[in-house]
């Protein structure tokens, strides 16, 4: 996640059957996992054009990123015959993270990442939401970061959106409390937590914790304005109890707007993201912040 720079900190069975792990999860490769198999036929079909077949694994509110950064949705998806980004499953490195009614899976070759986000349905495993990335540092974009203060008010203040269920308002309380800059961020990074930019894979949990102690200690980050963290333009999520699905669209202060998709884990009261990918549109502009009060991007000037 883009981080709040203000203190230093910037850096079961398929169709029924037995309830899985709660939500620490589980990594494994195991060719007989049923979600494995499903996710493997989903791919197979789609990199066929067999649309008529994937479907039925399709969840109703099925979104796909792609790797320039365009979100299509199912009937959008099919008409454009997308293609997956990693065509045959069989031959990438698996990574399978189980949070209940929520199944991760990280497919990957190479440079190339595809995270499938599967949830238990009352009809069985559904694939919700595919997030696919190449990860290029040479379309990396050097962000310009403003030398005034940008105030925090989206979203530490307000939000485009409104969590209906408790469990979306805890994980979304859970993830502005992460972002607030106030040094609780990397205790709401999960143990195994996977995270994925378009400009690089980033470190585990202990690496970005050592980072950012370091960052901390660095005295002349401490003397520079604060800078918000990256607010959020559209939102939606899911609640599957102990974990909640949620896609977000922000844009950066400096840089450009991405896509981000995500798991959130209720870890004993405790919520934690799990899973983050991180997807540039490569389409869109640089952003700016211009120094003002409480207007778009941190600017009191009017917008059309």
Known sequence: MKRCIANGLLIALLFGGAFLALISPKATSA?????????????????????????????????????????WEEDEAAEAK???LIPDASKAT?????YGKVIWIQENVGNKYAAHFWVRRPAGWRLLHTNEITVDK??????VRPNFAVPCINPC???????????????????LDQEAG????????????????????QPPKSVRMANTAKAMANPALRKLPPVAVAPVLWMRSWDFGNAVVSIMLQPTYGGKAYWSSRVFGNHNGF????????????????MTALPGGKGPMGSSVPTE
């Open 138 to 143: 040479s379309l990396a974009v050097k962000e």
């Open 94 to 98: 698996i990574t399978e993270h189980k």
């Open 82 to 84: 997308l293609k997956p």
């Open 31 to 71: 060719a007989d996992d049923v979600v494995v198999q499903a996710d493997r036929t989903v791919v197979n079909a789609l990199e066929k054009g067999n649309w008529p077949a994937a479907e039925k694994l399709l969840d109703k509110d099925f979104t796909w990123i792609d790797s320039q950064g365009i979100m």
């Open 157 to 175: 203040e307000m939000i485009p959106y409104k969590p209906l269920t408790a469990n979306e308002k805890a994980a979304l309380k859970g993830w």
């Open 271 to 286: 919520w934690m993201m799990d899973e983050s990918y991180h997807n540039t549109i490569q389409a869109a502009p640089l």
């Open 182 to 201: 106030n040094g609780h961020h990397d205790a709401h990074l999960g143990a195994n937590l996977r995270s994925v930019h378009s400009d690089g894979v």
